[in-house]
């Protein structure tokens, strides 16, 4: 379980402050310059398409919700 | 004020609502007795986190707000590397705005720029652990191999061998 507050340091996870790899990854993510997401983005490993395919995050109280939620308002099918 | 988009106004109602949603977080990331949970960089106030109570006019004290995101997933053994991207943001300052203190005193626009943080994980989980919750150890695997004792002829130590490794 990872966690990101887009405002602190993240002091467990090590921050890549040269702007060109910063542009670099944007470009390989497919963000523009006026993209206006407000959800961080992870990629890598956990997802089955590598570094290519990207997934945003949930905000802490929404993921807490929806980890403990089971009403069919929210969640209509089972996945898992 | 700034002008807020319905999706923030949308989260924020949530907020309100969720009291006290930091205490299921912390038991799922730092108490979870169902599955190994490595938890990556928690926030100071999920981890602190107590209930703040009733105020003396008997209505729930406000909770931190939240300011964090998360994400979760399965990991078979092994070497992960994630990357996390925060695209940067433009921020428009309304026009009554612009002779406010800093930042937002003589600009129009504020530009939050891209923030990039790397991780790399290892996880040696246990495979003889049989946890249900994880999908890939359901499958049936083979026994493991069993080898037999090796059996060596006692020999009492001399005592030069005794002086040797005194």
């Known amino acids: 379980m990872i966690f990101v507050d887009k405002r ?44 290519k395919r990207k997934l945003k995050m949930l905000r802490s109280d929404l993921f807490s919700l929806l980890s403990v939620c089971k009403s069919d308002a929210i969640i209509t099918e089972w996945k898992q | 004020m700034f002008a807020k988009t319905s999706q923030s106004v949308a989260m924020d109602d949530i907020g309100k609502r969720l009291r006290g949603w930091a205490a299921p977080l912390k038991h799922k990331a730092l108490f979870n007795d169902l599955v ?83 991780k790399t994980i290892i996880v040696n989980l246990s495979q003889c652990d049989a946890v249900p919750e994880i999908p890939f150890q359901s499958e049936e695997k083979p026994p493991p191999k069993t080898i037999s004792n090796v059996w060596r002829k006692w020999r009492h130590d001399s005592e030069e061998d005794i002086a040797k490794a005194l």
Do not use: W
Not at chain 1, 13 to 20: G, Q, V
Not at chain 2, 59 to 83: D, T
């Open chain 2, 36 to 118: 190994d949970v490595q938890a990556v960089n928690v926030p100071q106030y999920v981890a602190d986190y107590k209930d703040p109570g009733v105020a003396a006019s008997g209505r729930p004290m406000q909770a931190a707000p939240c300011s964090s995101f998360a994400y979760a997933a399965y990991l078979p053994p092994g070497i992960h590397q994630f990357l996390i991207y925060i695209p940067g943001r433009s921020i428009r300052i309304p026009h009554e705005l612009k002779h406010a203190p800093a930042p937002a005193a003589g600009r129009e626009l504020i530009s939050v720029p891209s923030r990039l943080f790397c």
């Open chain 1, 8 to 51: 602190a340091d993240n002091s467990d996870l090590e921050e890549i402050t040269d702007p060109s790899i910063i542009a670099q990854v944007s470009s390989n993510l497919n963000f523009g310059a006026d993209a206006d997401d407000y959800a961080p983005v992870i990629c890598g490993s956990i997802i089955n398409g590598g570094f």
